[in-house]
């Protein structure tokens, strides 16, 4: 007989394997721990310009961890993927990470209810049709975008609308390092094009009027997702490079 997976039970494993590792580590380093080793693996597929320092980072976090555990944070892994597959609307890691009781509210963290970030999703997408057919693409920008749940739900927008996400450029930004790491873990397994940045977008905003070309300043981090070096896009940033240059 065929084992059938709902949404509930993919969450009720995925909090199972969380706290089986729980009872001899710290809950936060669990979970920063899992969402970093997830998005460099990620990262490092695609992005040879932040291979060496992200390595060595992989490396000595999967090391501290026994070949059981890191059975389980494996799981994890696949339970993350498999959900985003089964159900691309829904911001599954930041709803986990508060239930999990996880979120940082000494800096006020309270991530936005997917049902509200799909609303503010229908807003911006009022005009995506008619600025995609006259440019051929848009961005959509999110500048405090937690686990990216408001550019997820564009995502799922433009899928309504019948207009390929594909020409969407995703882009995000946040003072907080593993909630940003978690949006760009989940925006890149739904195929988005884009990039997260890690730094205060208050004091330091990263993206101006030329979104293909970020600039990212000191002290800052960025995250391109896989879809970022498609070759359409990788034409689009010459493009945008030589416009510059004129």
Known sequence: MKRQVSGDNLTKEFVDCFESLCYSRNRWDIWSNFIFL??????????????????????????????KEQEMLQQMTALTVLALEKNPEQDFLGTLYMRLNLANKHRGQEFTPYNISKMMAQMQALNAKDVVAEKGWMSIGDPACGACGMLIAFRNEMVRQHIPFQNVLFVGQDIDFTAALMGYIQISLLGCAGYIIIGDTLTNPA??????????????QIWYTPMFFDSV?????IMAYLAGML
């Open 38 to 67: 997830f998005a460099a693996m990620i990262s490092l597929a695609v992005d040879r310009n932040q291979t060496e320092e992200r390595t060595k980072e992989y490396n000595r976090i999967l090391s501290s961890y026994s070949a």
């Open 207 to 220: 993206v101006g009027s030329a979104p293909l070309l970020p600039q990212v300043q000191e002290g800052q």
């Open 233 to 237: 896009w990788h034409a689009r940033r």
